[in-house]
């Protein structure tokens, strides 16, 4: 798991002005909020005065827990801006009477887009972010949205990267894709391309389907069973180390982009916010349809994954490759950037100290930058992709 990316914390519609929501990512709690103008704002859940949740139990009842853009505290009323972290008032000393600086919590960047609400986990200054993943049909009319579909899953999210860009597992796990049946003696991967591009990487097919019917997926025999023979474009590209997006076209005038955008929320589970947009069946009416049918594929992924044994992805020897099994290595791949870096939370160490009980940790924000005199202990990172195989090798 990694700092310094922008994740999935809830769907906007799942958080309601004035209710704060306690939301889990990359092992550690998160206060997110609106503040009075409706503002989503992430805060560290753990309160500096005596470690309270805020947005834990609350016993008030009707009054406010948001005060002037600020969280209040449900143990002993301290309040915090949502915008900076600061403590604004500490009701013990008096309100109004300016509470110490080093009170404050971590805040983080957070952007509400695509009925997602995400915040920038990490302490990277604005211009040094990797960007925020693209929808790029959203604004555009010819293409609609289904409502955003969070799948909680039980299984580290990179086990469900490396699943999206595998070329052989389709026919296995989903009865209605590529070759509805295995032809023993003739059945071998289709061809593909592995892709890089900045932030990704990724698997491509081009494949010519004869006509009638694609025979691609029962859904798309059923609308365009009087297709000609077309190439048919379909693939998956990650974006950083948390997101993907499946492209299948079966003709320029049917075509899904999904976006699978996922939260780690610890190494065992990880919840999955998936945007899917298609440039057909506009009509709303479509909507339920389309997304039962979309549950049912990724059920069917779910249930395969929810069996894979260990939890994190081993060593590339722990494992025996094929071809096939290329992008899933270039990914593994293209995360030792991201550990050389000094990005990766080291789980281990991390979960022993934790396990302690005495030390409450949390993701260094953007704050720890400019200013000192922090009080939650930040979570331990690997320096590199070296000292992490240093410290996997003698697990
Ligand atoms: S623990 Fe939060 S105000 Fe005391
Ligand atoms: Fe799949």
């Not at 470690?51 to 834990?56: C, E, I, K, N």
């Not at 099994?325 to 950037?337: C, F, H, I, S, T």
Request: net charge negative; charged share 25%.
């Amino acid at each position: 798991m990694y700092i310094n990316f922008w994740y999935p914390m809830l769907r906007s519609e799942d958080l309601a002005a004035g209710k704060p929501e306690k939301v889990k990512v990359l092992g550690l709690n998160f206060a997110v909020f609106r503040d009075n103008d409706g503002v989503a704002r992430t805060l560290s859940d753990t309160c500096t005065h005596r470690g309270g949740s805020l947005a834990g139990a609350w016993q008030l009842g009707e009054r406010p827990r948001i005060v002037d853009g600020c969280i209040v505290c449900p143990y002993h009323g301290w309040e915090f801006s949502g915008e900076s972290g600061e403590c604004t008032n500490i009701p013990s000393i008096g309100y109004g009477t300016k509470p110490p600086a080093r009170a404050k919590v971590d805040s983080y960047p957070t952007v509400e887009k695509y009925g997602i609400v995400f915040a920038f986990l990490g302490d990277l200054p604005e211009e040094e972010r990797p960007p925020l993943i693209e929808v790029k049909e959203w604004d555009n009319p010819k293409w609609r949205a289904n409502s955003v579909l969070v799948l909680d899953v039980p299984f580290h999210y990179e086990r469900s990267m490396e699943n999206g860009i595998d070329p052989a597992h389709n026919e296995f796990v989903h009865p209605t894709h590529g070759l509805s049946a295995i032809h023993r003696d003739t059945y071998k991967v289709r061809d593909h391309d592995v892709v890089e591009g900045d932030q990704s990487l990724g698997i491509m097919f081009k494949h010519r389907y004869a006509a009638p019917g694609l025979g691609h997926n029962e859904t798309y025999k059923s609308v365009s069973s009087e297709a000609p023979a077309q190439d048919i474009y379909a693939g998956t590209e990650t974006y950083g180390p948390a997101a993907m997006i499946t492209q299948i076209e079966p003709s320029s005038n049917m075509m899904f982009r999904q976006y699978f955008i996922e939260a780690p929320v610890d190494e065992n589970r990880t919840r999955i916010f998936f945007v899917n947009m298609r440039n057909f069946l506009l009509d709303p009416k479509h909507d339920g349809a389309i997304h039962a049918r979309n549950k049912v594929i990724a059920q069917q992924d779910i249930e395969t994954l929810s069996g894979v044994y260990p939890l994190r992805t081993p060593s590339n020897t722990k494992e025996v490759h094929m071809p096939a099994d290329k992008a899933v290595v270039g990914y593994r791949e293209w995360l030792q950037k991201w550990d050389d870096k000094g990005w990766r939370i080291d789980w281990n160490t991390y979960k022993m100290r934790e396990a302690g009980g005495e030390t409450a940790f949390t993701i260094p924000s953007p704050g720890r930058r400019t200013a000192g005199n922090w009080v939650l202990e930040t979570v331990p990172l690997f320096k590199n992709h070296a000292e992490r195989m240093k410290a996997e090798s003698k697990r």
